[in-house]
């Protein structure tokens, strides 16, 4: 009985100790100051500030986590990390001004929108060359690639839609009218729903993939905050299917909303003007980027508390974590 | 550090651009047709001529819109054309609007003064719709309310509350007040004295402009004293056409802020404006003109996208639906202001905050915080309701 006890102890421990040699890992795009912030998520301390291109915004872990993608809009080129030096490896031809990008399953296929141009450009991450190039609205800036690799998904600020793209012909082959300045999108885990937000509409949208038609808009109400100021940006869904979270920008606060009621919840005070989010990768906290305060805002996914804040470069834009 | 690289143009170079195909299977294609009225207008000889103002203000805005527009319109068979009409003449502008209203438009963005507004608005037979994207005539607001009149320049009176609020909130309560002599100048002065007394300013001195020395060369000697003999916390300039303003910052008797018309200007739209996507529009801006996009240009462009968003969510070209749905809760735009704009009920104004810039910064936006209303915020700059007797939707 006590060998059986002691060897998962042991496998454990072995496990902990190979983790400690690579602690979890946050990377933070800070758009004004054309760094990456590097956050040990054991200390919690920021542990490296990295030079990259020029306005750095959308980023992205290659499928194995071996490799970020940046979108370095004002250099308009994505730059390709390698993770375990942190050395620019490439520049891929993203087109003009890149601000967001969404990584096929394929781990090759990144669908990348130029603000600029009204161009979603698809390029080819191993080999470097560009795919395709599709026409879609104006200042397109979400982008969604679904769980089973059928659709791309990307909105237009300007043009206030869903741009529905489908990823064997490169052709846009539907489109789903929102409500004003779509920022963010993001498929459920089975691929069914897509939540969709529109910063100055000041709604979330669920829309069914099958028909590709609205079937719940959310609102948000926070006391003593004027309705316009609540601006929804990012949007992450948890693993189980419980929660979705929503960054309401210069509102300061980030929406916990029950995934399957559609009630909302609760509101986290967190940094100012905050935007997008990811989670850590053990899924225990929710990190959020507060462009004004310049700062990352540690939510407890269990608790639903903010447990910390930490100060980064200046307007943190996206992030995201590895193991 | 990576610089601008030419990877993005080569990309466009080498391959097709797979089109947007059109769509809305079911719903009928439709062809929308906005006219744009601009009147030339000749502000005479200024002192300070270096940088001409744009002649093509207002109609470079309507065009960027219509493209704008036609961009979204091509996903739903929507088909936006401007027709433009340019003229210095009055009355060749109102003839040739109502060629085109009898040719079967119904949707005007008008540039131009408010006594040609005046007079478009009383030939247009009354379904036509009209968006003043020209005048800050305060009385179009207030007194002389023109039937179905919307506007999306500002008024004066909201620029002179905008920057009110935000003297009031640095506690710069103090103004000594310069002001040109043409009657827009005299025009903004009288906005600046009701905003004083709306908020709490006080005028401690009200001079009128009317040396005609070359400032060029004097400016360090003549206005020094011109702006001297009282204790003021900041000189508010009424100034329009920029012929002397210019010259006043630096040159005040007492080491204090120039603001108003020059020095710290509220305006509805500025190259300093950045946030909310403005960055963006104002590189398709450049990239179409090769200039800034001012004012003159955003209120055209948000004049014409006024009434391409009601086509959008209507889908329809009745000009009696589009006004329907213009004036009614449900609609807002989107404008790269930070929050979305609707019409007062009353004037027909637009709401907007009002950004105070100076020629390199944007400095503050207003409203500011801590000026309430009962309704929005943004109602604390220019005529509210009880202040208007206009009313655009009957009640």
Known sequence: MKYVKLIPTLL???????????????????????????????????????????????????????????????????????????????????????EQFSL????????????????????????????????????????????????????????NMLHWIDTQTHELVDNTLVDQRPRHVEFREDGKLLWASAEIGGTVSVVDVETRKIIKKLSFEIKGIHPDK??????????????????LGPANHV????????EVLDYLLVGRRVWHMEFTPDRQYLLTTNGISGDVSVIDVADLKVTRSIKVGRYPWGVVTTP | MLKKTMLGLLVTALLPIIPAPAFAQGEQALDIRVAYIGQIIDRGPVLSNL??????????????????????????????????????????????????????????VLNTSADTLAALSSSLPEDALLINSGSYDDDLRSEQCLSGMLHTLPSRAMLADALAQWLIMRRWNRWMLISGNTDDDRAFAQSIKRAAKRFGGKIVAEKAWSFDTDLRRTAQKELPPFTSGTEYDVVVVADERGDFGEYLPYNTGLPRPVVGTQGLMPTAWHKMIEAWGAAQLHSRFEKQTGRWMNEKDYASWAGVRVFAEAVTRTGSTDAAALRDFILSDQFELAAFKGRKLNFRS??????????LVHPRALVSSSPQEGFLHPVTDLDTLGFDAPESRCRVIAQ
């Open chain 1, 12 to 98: 454990v421990s072995a496990l902990a100790v190979a983790g400690t040699t690579q602690a979890a890992t946050a990377y933070i795009s800070n758009e004004k100051d054309d760094t990456l912030s590097v956050l040990d998520l054991d200390t919690w301390k920021v542990t490296e500030t990295i030079d990259v291109g020029e306005r750095p915004r959308g980023i992205a872990l290659s499928k194995d986590g071996s490799k970020l993608y940046i979108c370095a809009s004002d250099s308009d080129t994505v730059q390709v990390m390698d993770l375990a030096t942190r050395k620019i490896i490439a520049n891929l031809p993203s087109g003009a001004d890149p």
């Open chain 1, 104 to 159: 096929h399953p394929d781990n090759r296929k990144l669908y990348i929108s130029n603000e600029d141009d009204a161009l979603v450009t698809v390029v080819d991450t191993e080999s470097h060359e560009v795919l395709a190039q599709i026409e879609v609205g104006v200042e397109p800036e979400g982008m969604a690639v679904s769980p089973d690799g059928r659709w791309v998904v990307n909105t237009s600020e300007t043009t």
């Open chain 1, 230 to 247: 609540i601006q929804p940006v990012g949007i992450k869904l948890s693993a189980d299917g419980r929660y979705a979270f929503v960054a």
């Open chain 1, 255 to 262: 929406a916990v909303v029950d995934a399957k009621t559609y």
């Open chain 2, 51 to 108: 940088i001409p103002e744009p002649e093509d203000a207002g109609l470079q805005g309507a065009r960027l819109a219509i493209t704008d527009s036609n961009s979204t319109g091509r996903f739903l068979k929507h088909h936006y054309r401007l027709d433009e009409i340019e003229s210095d003449d009055p009355s060749t502008l109102i003839t040739d609007s109502r060629a085109l209203y009898d040719e079967g438009a119904r949707l005007f």
């Open chain 2, 346 to 355: 009353w004037s027909g104004q637009l709401r907007q905050p009002i950004a």
